[in-house]
């Protein structure tokens, strides 16, 4: 079955600190790999996504990720977090093969301290 | 880019009451779109495909006769939750897809009194 694992339900980081949100899934097909990011009460943004090809994939706001195959791993990252970069973040993940439906992962609360 | 509307954006309703929420795509055509429920301090779960033209494809555990999807143009399906109970509040979210990617609607967030 396809799963999706994000282990830190919250995260707290400083200003200007950088930032590591994991994940690991569970697939059996060759994986599309998301990170959304969703602000209180609102619907979904897309923050960057794996296909195929250079497995660092730079998104927007400043965001990176890094697909590791061997560790079924697709880890978010920035180097600077700023107070705005507050929300939670989802993993995702999709296949062709599965018609495209995306499996999320249960989501890292990210709170910024001042 | 492309944008994808859901309306309402909130809805209070009375218990036993039906409920529709409208998922658009603005600016591009989707023959398939998808409908998520998102329950507080959750993830989101897929609740059915919709499929311009055709029935619906729901994942288990999902009621059918309960959760209405229409989609009847290239740019509009609908969900409708049909004898709305209280356990039904939550925050639907739709997505279509469009130029090989997937984009996700505002969300509306339902309320059954």
């Known amino acids: 079955a396809q799963s999706v694992t994000q282990p830190d339900i919250h995260i707290t980081v400083s200003e200007g600190a950088s930032l590591e949100l994991r994940c690991n899934y569970s697939y059996g097909a060759t994986p599309y790999l998301f990170w959304y990011v969703q602000s209180p009460g609102q619907g979904l943004q897309l923050l960057l996504k794996y296909f195929s090809g250079d497995t660092l994939v730079q998104g927007i706001k400043g965001f990176e990720a890094e697909f590791k195959r ?9 180097p ?3 107070w ?14 599965y018609g495209n439906k995306l499996v999320f992962g249960a989501g890292t609360i990210l709170r910024v301290k001042s | ?5 859901q309306h309402p954006s909130w809805v ?7 409920v529709k929420i409208e998922c658009r795509s603005l600016d591009f055509q989707a023959t398939t779109m998808f409908w998520y429920r998102q329950f507080p301090k959750q993830s989101l779960m897929l609740m059915a495909t919709s499929n ?52 996700f609607g505002e969300g509306s967030r339902l309320t059954v009194l």
């Open chain 1, 80 to 82: 600077s977090v700023h």
């Open chain 2, 52 to 103: 311009e033209g055709s029935k619906a494809t729901y994942e288990q555990g999902v009621e059918k006769d309960k959760f209405l999807i229409n989609h009847a143009s290239l740019t509009l399906s609908t969900l409708t939750v049909t004898s709305a109970h209280p356990e039904d509040s939550s925050f639907y979210i739709c997505s279509a897809k469009g130029n090989g990617e997937l984009f």
């Open chain 2, 12 to 18: 209070i309703c009375k218990s036993g009451t039906s």
């Open chain 2, 1 to 5: 880019g492309a944008v994808v509307s």
């Open chain 1, 70 to 78: 061997s560790q079924s791993s697709f880890n978010l990252r920035k």
């Open chain 1, 84 to 97: 705005s970069d507050a929300a939670e973040y989802f993993c995702a993940v999709g296949a062709r093969e």
